[in-house]
């Protein structure tokens, strides 16, 4: 890890969480110090589906407008800062909001999407998914949708996308692109995180790694450590540079075990729920329960050598000098 | 080729059209002696529009009740020729119409679609399309919406799909698929067509194929010989048995060009079409212009050598028999 001397950028980004959220939950993400939030939209929405959820946004922009407003550019994080408020950033985990139709992509960002995953699990029209037994990589249809991504400035997420399809993502992308909540494969085995060969080519290309704090992704789930999560972040420094690390929680505050039974399994398959096997959210680690604990995060990677600039970094520096990238149209 | 002793079937089935319907076409089938037709009644549509289609297809039903009636089952194929008129069987080009949503294959089911293709050229939830240049096989939706289909009586066709998704698609599925419109690639080399080792385990498996009319099917396309192709069904008879044979003209009468770009190009793509290739229907081999041109076909079969019942097995009894097995609820 090296020293990088700049100006701290004093911003907390959550660059993935799914809370069931209130004025409750925007208080809690008050007290935890941030400054935005890159919330999920959709998962396995239509288009008018994801169209009804951002209604519901705007009710919730309308009835808590101190607390929180629409973030669509990097601008927007300084602006709810100094204004004592939360950006919050609108992102798609699935590609199922444009159907079948390019044109889409142009109105989701009209909306107010800045992030859309290629896929979530499964394949998709784009991209093939993480739980899928073998990946082709991106489509025809897929490499005409990052093209028009990159034209309009939506930031390409693949943290639920095959590895064949997000190391190609990262190739044909003329934009760098993010996966923004998951964490090293070598640190925790499991089909969601991230083998350093994607990491390399992520960071190589100036894309992004928010660490996910989503027991499942976390070596010893519930029970891992504040340190152990703090080491595996100053190793990944090594691997890809401190510079292209943020957090992305994945923190679902206050859903019901319906949401994440849905998640996983949409309305694609007839296969009864096992009763053996329940699917339910896993308890959080105690450090990092609620939107109240991101300033444990700091304090942790502090203990284990970080430097105040490269914390100021990962908790949302560099998230923000991302936003300030992407989310504008292409140049020339 | 052998001689099958057996009752003459007596019946004429195309299974692929995609004609603008009225009045005359169906005196054309009426002409042409054709007792049956599958017609595509989505390419990329979804849900909704498909259901649109079919409101259409009761309208044509209505007003031309003397003509033609919804074909359901294979008894509606002897009825239809015992009352003399067509019967008149819907399929699907592609899974847009179930979106992504497995409980919509039933609901197509009721609503009289006997055919889906898991893909249409470009890849889908389900499977791959012939187009892509990667072919990962059969998704994780891919595998239920096959046994469903299975379950409910709709015919997996593979038409449109990669090879490995086609080979994959008949060991998945519990029953026989289909082809409904291709021919031999050792024939003539194009996309669209099938290779040996796909045709033969489609036989092995108890499928059909459905000989193409379309001549960018065809060797020499448009100027392609009567003679020549009735030498391709010998050949394929050779190679697949010709039980497993029949008919799917992929007719496109009356369609304007703007139809076959829509077919091609969907709203997947932004890519702006090519002026010096325009998109258009090529015209017909001048022994099958239209659907009075039937005839013509077991004319040439004649003369290349096949039987009295090979010619009513080729022309519409293998359908109907694979009718009759397939379109009813799985059996145990």
């Known amino acids: 890890m090296t020293d990088r001397p700049e100006k701290l950028s004093g911003v907390v980004i ?150 064949r399809s997000t190391l190609e993502a990262i190739e044909l992308s003329r934009r760098p692109i993010a996966v923004t909540h998951a964490n090293p494969l070598s640190w925790h085995k499991v089909v969601r995180n991230k083998a350093d060969t994607v990491l390399k080519a992520l960071a ?20 891992c450590a504040l340190t152990e999560f703090c080491e595996m972040v100053a190793r990944t420094a090594d691997l890809m540079g401190v510079a292209r690390l943020g957090i992305g929680s994945d923190l679902c505050h206050g859903q019901p075990k319906e949401v994440v039974q849905w998640m996983r399994r949409g309305t694609w398959t007839k296969e009864p729920l096992d009763p053996a096997n329940p699917v339910v959210f896993p308890p959080q680690p105690a450090w990092f329960a609620s939107n109240r604990d991101f300033p444990n995060i700091a304090t942790g990677l502090a203990k284990v050598g970080f430097s105040p600039a490269e914390i100021d970094g990962i908790m949302g520096g560099n998230w923000l000098r991302f936003f300030e990238a992407s989310f504008g149209g292409a140049k020339g």
Chains 1, 2 share one sequence.
């Open 14 to 163: 959550d660059c993935l969480q799914y809370c069931k959220y209130s004025e409750a939950v925007f208080r809690d993400l008050k007290a935890g110090g941030v400054d935005a939030i890159h919330t999920t939209i959709a998962y396995h929405e239509d288009f008018q589906e994801t169209v009804a959820n951002i209604i519901r946004w705007n009710e919730l922009f309308a009835a808590h407008g101190d607390l929180v407003l629409h973030g669509k550019t990097g601008a927007d994080v300084r602006r709810a800062k100094a204004e004592g408020r939360i950006a919050v950033f609108f992102g798609l985990q699935n590609c199922s909001p444009i159907e079948d139709d390019i044109g889409l992509v142009e109105i989701c960002h009209t909306l107010g999407v800045r992030f859309m995953q290629l896929s979530y699990n499964n394949q998709s029209l784009l991209a093939s998914g993480c739980y899928e037994s073998e990946d082709a990589g991106i489509t025809r249809m897929g490499r005409e949708v990052i093209a028009e991504m990159n034209r309009l400035g939506m930031v390409i997420d693949m943290s639920h996308s095959g590895e």
């Open 204 to 223: 190589a290309s100036g894309g992004m790694l928010g660490f996910s704090l989503y027991p499942h992704h976390l070596k010893n789930g519930s029970s």
